[in-house]
């Protein structure tokens, strides 16, 4: 039984920050990489970030690397996608994953959760 389960998604005004959160139940966490996607209506899954296994290294998309920050916590089983400066068009159901490695801010996705929705607007 694998489970991932987002939380900390919300509405915000643009420039707004968000801290996204990743619970993961029925592996090992820490021996997973750990992306974050998003989706927003009527257009492709979209890579955002990458943590690689035992906090080997990070990486973001180029239109988010300034702002978001990908984190783990391999001894609660969570990881974290702290988002600063959104923007409207970030508006999307952002959903986490575990993976078997980061290709740079993509990972190669086994599990996903379900997704929480972020909505940025005045």
């Known amino acids: 039984q694998f489970a991932l389960v987002e939380s900390g998604g919300g509405s915000v005004q643009p420039g707004g920050s968000l801290r996204l959160s990743c619970a993961t139940s029925?592996?090992?966490?820490?021996?997973?990489?750990m992306g974050w996607f998003r989706q927003a209506p009527g257009r492709e899954r979209e890579g955002v970030s990458c943590?690689?296994?035992?906090?080997?290294?990070?990486y973001a998309n180029d239109s988010v690397e300034s702002r978001f920050a990908i984190s783990r916590d391999n001894a609660k089983n969570t990881v974290y996608l702290q988002m600063n400066g959104l923007k409207p068009e970030e508006t999307a159901v952002y959903y986490c994953?575990?993976?078997?490695?980061?290709?740079?801010?993509?990972?190669?996705?086994?599990?996903w959760g379900r997704g929480t929705q972020v909505t940025v607007s005045s």
């Open positions: 029925g592996f090992t966490m820490n021996t997973y990489a």
């Open positions: 994953a575990s993976c078997s490695g980061c290709s740079g801010y993509k990972c190669d996705e086994r599990y």
């Open positions: 943590i690689s296994s035992r906090y080997t290294g990070t």
